[in-house]
């Protein structure tokens, strides 16, 4: 059974451009979560998406958005990029809203 | 403001000497505790949920133990491929019945010599 896949594996921006992350839930689950994870603030929640609906929202500026399409595949956007933003963002699917979560191995984003 | 914190921050044992996590944690309304393993370049790794003080949960050396203020991950003789750093994540109810997203601890590094 394929695990999460998360595409790109790395990336490499400019401040002030835009970047979508792409998210491919395991076969069957209908939840997509989003994570932020950087060495000094750790794991942090970004949104949650069911069934193409946003369930949930962590403390987060605007400029980070996401979506879910039908097929459960998930995308995030993040616009206007910082510096700060460099991070590895993870993804993590389960079989419905606060379930179990399975996480991918994440996109690497580095702004310069 | 709720919290969890996780000790000691790094560890490093002996192979076959076995020690404890802990991961405290100040929620009102807890879900569900998680304890994930996560190896260096790569997501977080799911070992366990518990729901309600005194559960306890084990998978091969390791088992988790929760009560209403903490939770332990209990490390049994150990092997040098259980390195890697372990986090804990707890998961608030909200008071319709809905529950938030994880809020993760900083993590125990853990490093086992042979």
Excluded at chain 1, 82 to 99: F, M, R
Excluded at chain 2, 69 to 87: G, N, Q, R, V
Aim: contains cysteine.
């Amino acid at each position: 059974k394929a695990g999460v896949t998360q595409t790109p594996r790395y990336l490499i921006k400019t401040r002030g451009q835009q970047v979508t992350l792409s998210c491919s839930p395991i076969s069957g689950h209908r939840s997509v979560s989003w994570y932020q994870q950087t060495p000094g603030q750790g794991l942090q929640f970004l949104f949650e998406y069911f069934s193409e609906t946003q369930r949930n929202k962590g403390n987060f500026p605007g400029r980070f958005s996401g979506r879910q399409f039908s097929n459960s595949r998930s995308e995030m956007n993040v616009s206007t990029l910082e510096l700060g933003d460099s991070a590895l963002y993870l993804c993590a699917s389960s079989q419905q809203v606060n379930y179990g979560y399975t996480f991918g191995s994440g996109t690497r984003l580095t702004v310069v | 403001e709720d919290q969890v914190t996780q000790s000691p921050e790094a560890l490093r044992l002996q192979e076959g000497e076995s020690s404890s996590l802990n991961c405290s944690y100040t929620v009102s309304g807890l879900r569900g505790l998680f304890w994930y393993r996560q190896d260096p370049g790569k997501g977080p790794e799911f070992l366990f949920t518990l729901y309600s003080a005194g559960e306890e949960k084990e998978k091969e050396r390791l088992k988790a133990t929760l009560t209403k203020k903490e939770s332990f991950l209990h490390i049994t003789a150990p092997k040098p491929e259980d390195s890697a750093t372990y986090l804990c994540a707890v998961q608030m109810m909200y008071s319709g019945g809905g529950a938030d997203g994880l809020t993760f601890g900083k993590g125990t590094h853990l490093i086992i010599q042979p």
